[in-house]
Nanobody, 122 residues
Protein backbone atom coordinates (compact mmCIF):
# COMPACT_ATOMS: atom_id res chain seq x y z
CA UNK A 1 0.00 0.00 0.00
CA UNK A 2 2.60 2.53 1.11
CA UNK A 3 6.37 2.19 1.02
CA UNK A 4 8.78 4.33 2.98
CA UNK A 5 12.36 4.36 1.72
CA UNK A 6 14.97 5.79 4.06
CA UNK A 7 18.49 6.91 3.30
CA UNK A 8 21.31 8.89 4.85
CA UNK A 9 22.37 6.87 7.86
CA UNK A 10 25.97 5.96 8.54
CA UNK A 11 28.97 6.40 10.80
CA UNK A 12 30.05 9.83 11.98
CA UNK A 13 32.28 11.22 14.71
CA UNK A 14 30.83 13.02 17.69
CA UNK A 15 30.01 16.61 16.79
CA UNK A 16 29.39 15.71 13.17
CA UNK A 17 26.24 15.87 11.06
CA UNK A 18 24.05 13.56 9.06
CA UNK A 19 20.90 14.11 7.03
CA UNK A 20 18.26 11.41 6.84
CA UNK A 21 15.69 11.28 4.06
CA UNK A 22 12.48 9.30 3.78
CA UNK A 23 10.35 9.15 0.65
CA UNK A 24 6.82 7.78 0.73
CA UNK A 25 5.18 6.20 -2.29
CA UNK A 26 2.17 4.08 -3.08
CA UNK A 27 -1.55 4.50 -2.74
CA UNK A 28 -1.40 7.89 -1.02
CA UNK A 29 -4.28 10.32 -0.92
CA UNK A 30 -2.72 12.52 1.73
CA UNK A 31 -0.14 12.37 4.48
CA UNK A 32 -1.21 13.69 7.85
CA UNK A 33 2.21 13.52 9.47
CA UNK A 34 5.69 12.15 8.93
CA UNK A 35 8.45 11.72 11.39
CA UNK A 36 11.42 9.88 12.74
CA UNK A 37 11.68 7.47 15.63
CA UNK A 38 14.68 5.62 16.97
CA UNK A 39 15.23 2.41 18.80
CA UNK A 40 18.18 0.84 20.55
CA UNK A 41 18.38 -2.94 21.14
CA UNK A 42 16.17 -3.96 24.01
CA UNK A 43 14.53 -0.57 24.29
CA UNK A 44 11.24 0.92 23.18
CA UNK A 45 11.00 2.89 19.99
CA UNK A 46 10.92 6.59 20.83
CA UNK A 47 9.95 9.72 18.96
CA UNK A 48 12.80 11.85 17.65
CA UNK A 49 10.89 14.48 15.70
CA UNK A 50 7.64 14.64 13.79
CA UNK A 51 5.97 17.14 11.47
CA UNK A 52 2.32 17.41 10.53
CA UNK A 53 0.79 18.43 7.22
CA UNK A 54 0.16 21.84 8.75
CA UNK A 55 3.81 22.26 9.63
CA UNK A 56 3.57 21.70 13.37
CA UNK A 57 6.46 19.81 14.90
CA UNK A 58 7.13 17.96 18.09
CA UNK A 59 10.42 16.48 19.17
CA UNK A 60 12.30 14.77 21.95
CA UNK A 61 13.95 17.08 24.48
CA UNK A 62 17.24 15.27 23.88
CA UNK A 63 17.46 16.56 20.30
CA UNK A 64 16.21 20.11 20.83
CA UNK A 65 18.47 22.63 19.14
CA UNK A 66 20.44 19.93 17.33
CA UNK A 67 17.98 18.15 15.00
CA UNK A 68 15.64 19.80 12.51
CA UNK A 69 12.85 18.13 10.60
CA UNK A 70 11.56 19.39 7.28
CA UNK A 71 9.15 18.18 4.66
CA UNK A 72 8.69 18.40 0.92
CA UNK A 73 4.98 17.73 0.51
CA UNK A 74 5.17 17.66 -3.29
CA UNK A 75 7.64 14.77 -3.05
CA UNK A 76 6.08 13.09 -0.01
CA UNK A 77 9.50 13.27 1.56
CA UNK A 78 10.68 14.14 5.04
CA UNK A 79 14.20 15.04 6.09
CA UNK A 80 15.98 15.01 9.42
CA UNK A 81 19.04 17.22 9.67
CA UNK A 82 21.10 16.04 12.62
CA UNK A 83 23.85 18.34 13.86
CA UNK A 84 26.03 18.10 16.92
CA UNK A 85 25.67 14.35 17.02
CA UNK A 86 26.51 12.56 20.25
CA UNK A 87 27.37 8.89 20.91
CA UNK A 88 24.02 8.54 22.67
CA UNK A 89 22.30 9.31 19.36
CA UNK A 90 23.51 5.94 18.08
CA UNK A 91 20.40 3.95 17.16
CA UNK A 92 18.38 2.57 14.31
CA UNK A 93 16.23 5.40 12.98
CA UNK A 94 12.81 4.60 11.56
CA UNK A 95 10.67 6.75 9.31
CA UNK A 96 6.96 6.89 10.10
CA UNK A 97 4.05 8.23 8.11
CA UNK A 98 0.39 8.57 8.96
CA UNK A 99 -1.34 8.18 5.61
CA UNK A 100 -4.83 8.53 4.25
CA UNK A 101 -5.01 5.94 1.50
CA UNK A 102 -6.62 6.44 -1.88
CA UNK A 103 -10.05 4.84 -2.29
CA UNK A 104 -10.22 4.06 1.41
CA UNK A 105 -12.80 5.64 3.68
CA UNK A 106 -11.32 4.41 6.96
CA UNK A 107 -9.03 6.25 9.31
CA UNK A 108 -5.47 7.15 8.39
CA UNK A 109 -2.98 4.30 8.79
CA UNK A 110 0.54 4.19 10.17
CA UNK A 111 3.42 2.95 8.04
CA UNK A 112 7.07 2.35 8.91
CA UNK A 113 10.31 2.27 6.99
CA UNK A 114 12.84 -0.51 7.33
CA UNK A 115 15.19 1.54 9.48
CA UNK A 116 18.59 3.08 8.93
CA UNK A 117 21.54 2.77 11.29
CA UNK A 118 23.13 5.89 12.73
CA UNK A 119 26.37 5.35 14.62
CA UNK A 120 28.21 8.15 16.39
CA UNK A 121 31.74 7.42 17.55
CA UNK A 122 33.32 9.23 20.48
Amino acid sequence: QVQLVESGGGLVQAGGSLRLSCAASGSIFSINAMGWYRQAPGKQRELVERITSGGSTNFADSVKGRFTISRDSAKNTVYLQMNGLKPEDTDVYYCNARVQLRNYIGAALEFWGQGTQVTVSS
